[in-house]
Structure formats: structure tokens, C-alpha cells
């Protein structure tokens, strides 16, 4: 599969802590991009440079949700528009230097690790992933790194629908918004809410505790017919949102996926 991290259209830094911190909504995560992007840009591209600019942006960070993955300084815009995300210490920003250590971890880590989408994704769902969310980075972030919600959303669309969407419905402009709408359900959870990080949560110690709707202590004798979907998104009342609400709005975008899907595509 081609890497998930810089495909044609779409791009990630998830691993490079981009949400994992108290407040990872678009707004403060944008800014914090936006900092650190300014921040090294006016720093000298030298191991001395970024290193000092590196300590600099650390020094303004909160502590990490998940203490497993790091907070990356060097995280940044690769684009004027602020359409792509990226590392900038790579040699190819940098056309140079590769400063990839002056960050949160080093040069070999950053050029061998693979998050287990890449495994676990099929090429046409990563496809399909990057279709959708397009240069919505903060999206596509959220999106592919959390192949149970992909499945889940799209298994919901065929329960409905009869067909399992796939890459050859995105023709058809009103499926693909459609689409977008219900993954988009990953950023609209309560203040808050856990659920940007799918069906887990940090434990007492920051590792991930898998997630699971209490549907008994909420007076329901069965859990939801969008079980995985909910608890992928965090539906949880626990961790903040109101799971009757977030039922609704499933079902909403759900059936108007089934009604956008383009028949005998
Ligand atoms: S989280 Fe996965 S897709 Fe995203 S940048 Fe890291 S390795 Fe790439
Ligand atoms: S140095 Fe490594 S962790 Fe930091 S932004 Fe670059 S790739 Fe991500």
C-alpha cells in the first residue's frame, strides 16, 4: 500500500502527537501548527538551530494524553494554504539537512515506523479515506488511523443501503459529502469528549484502556444497532457525550448515505 502519511491529495502527523493532547480541537490544533510553523521558519536550518527551536516550542507544550506517543515540535504546514501537514525537518522540506533528530524522537524511528493502518487497511479503503476527506488534514487524520470507525461507518452505509461503498461511488458528489458528513462525526463530540481517539482511552497511567457503552447502568436491555460506530466515536456518557443525541445524528448521516449512494455504480 502506499504509505498513509503523504498520499496525492490528503496528509497525517498523528503519530507525531498531533492530537494527542487535552485540547486537540481543529481550532488549537491549527494554532499550535501554525506556531510551530512560524517558529521554524525563522530558525537556522542547522542541527543547532532546530534543536534550539525545538526546545523553544517544547517548553510551550502541555503534557501528552497518551505518554507513548510524543509531542513532535517539528510537526508543521507544508503549504502556504495550510492544505498539507508534514514534518519540517525532513530532508525534502529542508532540501538539506535531515534534522529529524532535533525532534521528539530520531532519524530512524521517524523513517521506520508505520502506524497498523498500514497494515490493516485495505488499499482501496486508504484510497477511499483520502477521496473523502481530501486536504482536510485534521480529518484525515482522525479518519485513517482508526480503521475499526472506517469499517464501521461504511458497513452501516451497506446495512441500509445493500452495497458496501466503495472508491467507484465517490463519482457522484452528493454520496461523497454524504460520506464526509459521517466521518466527520470523529470532530463534533462534546468539549471534552474522548472520542477523537476512538474506541480508547487514556488509563491512569496514559496507555490506551479499550472503550465500551455501559448500555446496562443507562436502563437499555440491548446495546445500539451502531454499537461499533458509537463507541468508535465516543458515545460513552462517560467520556462526555450524550449517547441518545449521538444515536440520532448516526442514524441521520447514516441514512443519508444510504440515499446519496449512486444505484448500479
Ligand atoms: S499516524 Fe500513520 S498515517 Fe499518520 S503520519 Fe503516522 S504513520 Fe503516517
Ligand atoms: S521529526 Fe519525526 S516525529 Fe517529529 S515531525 Fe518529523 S517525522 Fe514527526
Known amino acids: 500500500m502506499s504509505p498513509l502519511c503523504q498520499r496525492a491529495g490528503s496528509s497525517c502527523g498523528a503519530c507525531c502527537g498531533l492530537y494527542n493532547r487535552e485540547d486537540h480541537h481543529r481550532p488549537a490544533v491549527e494554532a499550535l501548527l501554525a506556531s510551530q510553523t512560524e517558529e521554524l521558519a525563522g530558525a537556522p536550518r542547522t542541527l543547532e538551530g532546530f534543536r534550539a527551536a525545538a526546545a523553544r516550542l517544547a517548553g510551550r507544550d502541555a503534557a501528552p494524553l497518551f505518554p507513548s506517543v510524543r509531542l513532535c515540535p517539528l510537526l508543521g504546514y507544508l503549504d502556504p494554504a495550510r492544505t498539507r501537514i508534514g514534518c519540517l525537518a525532513h530532508p525534502l522540506v529542508t532540501r538539506g539537512l535531515d534534522l529529524r533528530d532535533c525532534g521528539a524522537y530520531d532519524v530512524r524511528t521517524c523513517d521506520s515506523f508505520l502506524c497498523p493502518s498500514h497494515a490493516w487497511l485495505s488499499e482501496e479503503e486508504a ?115 450524550d449517547l441518545d443525541a449521538l444515536e440520532e445524528e448516526v442514524r441521520r448521516r447514516l441514512d443519508a448515505c444510504a440515499r446519496a449512494l449512486p444505484r448500479g455504480a
Open 127 to 241: 484510497a477511499l479515506v483520502a477521496a473523502v476527506c481530501g486536504p482536510d488534514w485534521y480529518l484525515y487524520g482522525l479518519t485513517v488511523t482508526d480503521v475499526p470507525f472506517v469499517r464501521a461507518a461504511l458497513a452501516g452505509v451497506a446495512a441500509l443501503a445493500g452495497v458496501l461503498p466503495g472508491l467507484r461511488h465517490l463519482d457522484h458528489a452528493g454520496f461523497r459529502e454524504a460520506l464526509h458528513r459521517l466521518f466527520a462525526l470523529k470532530e463534533e463530540l462534546a468539549p471534552g469528549s474522548e472520542g477523537l481517539y476512538g474506541a480508547f482511552r487514556p488509563g491512569p497511567d496514559g496507555e490506551p484502556v479499550p472503550r465500551r457503552i455501559d448500555y446496562a447502568a443507562l436502563g437499555r436491555d440491548r446495546a445500539s444497532a451502531h454499537d461499533a460506530l458509537l463507541t468508535c466515536v465516543g458515545a460513552d456518557p462517560r467520556s462526555g457525550n
